[in-house]
Structure formats: structure tokens, C-alpha cells
């Protein structure tokens, strides 16, 4: 059974950092591309972020390009999100998952940033 467990959100001043973790078991994670998908209140998911299975390819959404960079240890079977210079519009629940559209996702984990 796949579990995804996100973690490492909370409430940051806009220029904050926050760290993200996801823990998944229940399939091969290492050989798994995986992915961050976000829903901002009153909206639908959106894509973040992906990265390939040994983690060598990355693709970013625009809007957080050079702020949030993905990564994996596939030792540990974890995937991260670390972001940077957060902004209010970065508000969102966080999910890890298996698909770009994130049909297989964890729980998720609320970031808010505000002042």
C-alpha cells in the first residue's frame, strides 16, 4: 500500500524558509519519478516540482524557480522541498506525489506565509 507522509510545514514571514519532507513506502521509491503538487485556498492542485528517479532531472513551475529546489534520498526514501524567499502567494497545502497531477498524494502539509 503506498503512504506518503508529508511534513516540515508551518507559518513563515513572506522572505522566509521552510524545508518539506515527504516520507513514502509501499512502492519502489528509487525507482520512481516523484513530485510536489500544492492547492492554494479556493483553488485547485497545481504542479511545483518534479524529479526523476535519481534525482539528475529536475523541472520547476515559473513561479518558484530559483526560490524552491526538490530532492531525494532514496536510502532513506524521502523526498524534500526546500523553499526559499517564500511569498504569500506560496500559501498552500503541500503534497507529495506519485504523478504529476497528484492523484496519488499524501495527506499533505500547510505552509502559510504572511506577515
Known amino acids: 500500500q503506498v503512504q506518503l507522509v508529508e511534513s516540515g510545514g508551518g507559518w513563515v514571514q513572506p522572505g522566509g524558509s521552510l524545508r518539506l519532507s515527504c516520507a513514502a513506502s509501499?512502492?519502489?521509491?528509487?525507482?520512481?519519478?516523484m513530485y510536489w503538487v500544492r492547492q492554494a485556498p479556493g483553488k485547485g492542485l497545481e504542479w511545483v516540482s518534479t524529479i526523476s528517479n535519481g534525482g539528475a532531472l529536475r523541472s520547476y513551475r515559473d513561479s518558484v524557480k530559483g526560490r524552491f529546489t526538490i530532492s531525494r534520498d532514496n536510502v532513506k526514501n524521502r523526498l524534500y522541498l526546500e523553499m526559499n524567499s517564500l511569498k504569500s502567494e506560496d500559501t498552500a497545502v503541500y503534497y507529495c506525489?506519485?504523478?504529476?497531477?497528484?492523484?496519488?498524494r499524501g495527506q499533505g502539509t500547510q505552509v502559510t506565509v504572511s506577515l
Open positions: 509501499g512502492f519502489f521509491f528509487s525507482t520512481s519519478g
Open positions: 506525489a506519485k504523478d504529476p497531477g497528484g492523484a496519488v
